[in-house]
Protein backbone atom coordinates (compact mmCIF):
# COMPACT_ATOMS: atom_id res chain seq x y z
CA UNK A 1 0.00 0.00 0.00
CA UNK A 2 1.15 3.46 -1.34
CA UNK A 3 0.82 5.90 1.69
CA UNK A 4 0.75 10.21 0.30
CA UNK A 5 1.02 12.75 3.12
CA UNK A 6 0.34 16.80 2.81
CA UNK A 7 -0.49 19.31 5.08
CA UNK A 8 2.64 20.23 6.08
CA UNK A 9 4.11 23.47 6.21
CA UNK A 10 5.73 26.58 8.32
CA UNK A 11 4.09 28.14 11.01
CA UNK A 12 4.27 30.41 13.71
CA UNK A 13 4.64 28.88 17.84
CA UNK A 14 1.23 28.59 18.65
CA UNK A 15 -0.97 27.97 15.20
CA UNK A 16 -2.49 25.37 13.85
CA UNK A 17 -1.58 22.93 10.97
CA UNK A 18 -3.65 19.29 10.01
CA UNK A 19 -2.02 16.77 8.00
CA UNK A 20 -3.45 13.96 5.78
CA UNK A 21 -2.45 10.95 4.65
CA UNK A 22 -4.46 8.52 2.14
CA UNK A 23 -3.69 5.29 1.21
CA UNK A 24 -3.69 3.80 -2.21
CA UNK A 25 -3.24 0.19 -3.56
CA UNK A 26 -6.28 -1.34 -3.14
CA UNK A 27 -6.33 -1.91 1.03
CA UNK A 28 -10.08 -2.81 1.73
CA UNK A 29 -9.20 -2.64 5.71
CA UNK A 30 -6.23 -1.30 7.42
CA UNK A 31 -5.62 -2.23 11.75
CA UNK A 32 -3.52 1.16 12.80
CA UNK A 33 -2.84 4.10 10.79
CA UNK A 34 -0.98 7.39 12.29
CA UNK A 35 1.99 9.21 12.68
CA UNK A 36 5.86 9.29 13.58
CA UNK A 37 7.63 12.34 13.43
CA UNK A 38 11.83 12.95 13.22
CA UNK A 39 13.15 15.40 14.08
CA UNK A 40 16.89 16.51 12.97
CA UNK A 41 19.22 14.78 14.77
CA UNK A 42 16.84 12.51 16.50
CA UNK A 43 15.33 9.48 16.35
CA UNK A 44 11.75 8.87 14.70
CA UNK A 45 9.35 8.68 17.67
CA UNK A 46 5.59 7.60 17.69
CA UNK A 47 3.18 11.12 17.13
CA UNK A 48 -0.29 9.28 17.59
CA UNK A 49 -1.58 6.15 15.88
CA UNK A 50 -5.02 5.02 15.76
CA UNK A 51 -7.05 1.12 15.32
CA UNK A 52 -9.50 0.88 12.96
CA UNK A 53 -12.03 0.43 15.50
CA UNK A 54 -11.31 3.23 17.82
CA UNK A 55 -8.29 3.62 20.76
CA UNK A 56 -5.21 5.92 20.19
CA UNK A 57 -2.56 6.54 21.56
CA UNK A 58 -0.72 9.48 21.70
CA UNK A 59 2.85 11.14 22.56
CA UNK A 60 2.89 12.32 26.02
CA UNK A 61 4.35 15.71 24.61
CA UNK A 62 1.71 16.08 22.01
CA UNK A 63 -1.90 14.80 24.86
CA UNK A 64 -3.83 17.72 24.49
CA UNK A 65 -2.78 19.46 21.33
CA UNK A 66 -3.12 16.45 18.75
CA UNK A 67 -5.60 15.24 17.67
CA UNK A 68 -5.66 12.06 15.32
CA UNK A 69 -8.56 10.82 13.41
CA UNK A 70 -9.68 8.13 10.83
CA UNK A 71 -12.23 7.97 7.80
CA UNK A 72 -12.17 3.72 7.20
CA UNK A 73 -14.18 4.22 4.24
CA UNK A 74 -11.40 5.99 2.49
CA UNK A 75 -8.48 4.70 4.80
CA UNK A 76 -7.28 7.82 5.55
CA UNK A 77 -6.06 9.41 8.57
CA UNK A 78 -5.25 13.08 9.98
CA UNK A 79 -3.41 15.06 12.24
CA UNK A 80 -4.98 17.53 13.76
CA UNK A 81 -2.13 20.31 15.49
CA UNK A 82 -2.78 22.66 17.80
CA UNK A 83 -0.20 25.48 19.88
CA UNK A 84 2.59 24.10 17.80
CA UNK A 85 5.74 24.76 19.38
CA UNK A 86 9.10 24.99 18.14
CA UNK A 87 10.05 21.35 19.35
CA UNK A 88 7.21 20.24 17.19
CA UNK A 89 9.39 20.59 14.07
CA UNK A 90 9.89 17.58 12.16
CA UNK A 91 9.30 15.56 9.30
CA UNK A 92 6.15 13.88 9.99
CA UNK A 93 5.49 10.27 8.49
CA UNK A 94 2.43 8.71 7.90
CA UNK A 95 2.15 4.51 9.27
CA UNK A 96 0.08 2.16 8.28
CA UNK A 97 0.42 -1.84 9.58
CA UNK A 98 -2.17 -4.53 9.27
CA UNK A 99 -3.33 -4.11 5.72
CA UNK A 100 -5.84 -6.43 4.40
CA UNK A 101 -5.80 -6.29 0.33
CA UNK A 102 -8.34 -8.42 -2.05
CA UNK A 103 -8.90 -10.82 1.63
CA UNK A 104 -5.23 -11.07 1.99
CA UNK A 105 -3.71 -10.16 4.95
CA UNK A 106 -0.25 -8.36 4.99
CA UNK A 107 1.81 -7.82 8.55
CA UNK A 108 4.35 -5.76 7.36
CA UNK A 109 4.67 -1.68 7.98
CA UNK A 110 4.23 0.90 5.80
CA UNK A 111 5.75 4.38 5.77
CA UNK A 112 5.24 7.36 3.55
CA UNK A 113 7.76 9.83 2.79
CA UNK A 114 7.15 12.15 4.89
CA UNK A 115 5.85 15.84 5.15
CA UNK A 116 8.03 18.77 7.15
CA UNK A 117 6.57 20.49 9.52
CA UNK A 118 8.43 23.83 10.98
CA UNK A 119 7.19 25.86 13.85
CA UNK A 120 9.50 28.84 13.90
CA UNK A 121 8.35 32.91 14.40
Known amino acids: VQLVESGGGLVQPGGSLRLSCAAS????????MGWYRQAPGKERELVAI???????KYADSVKGRFTISRDNAKNSVSLQMDSLQPDDTAVYYC????????????????WGKGTLVTVSA
Open 95 to 110: YAVGVTIMDRFYAGEN
Open 25 to 32: GGASSINV
Open 50 to 56: MTRVGPT
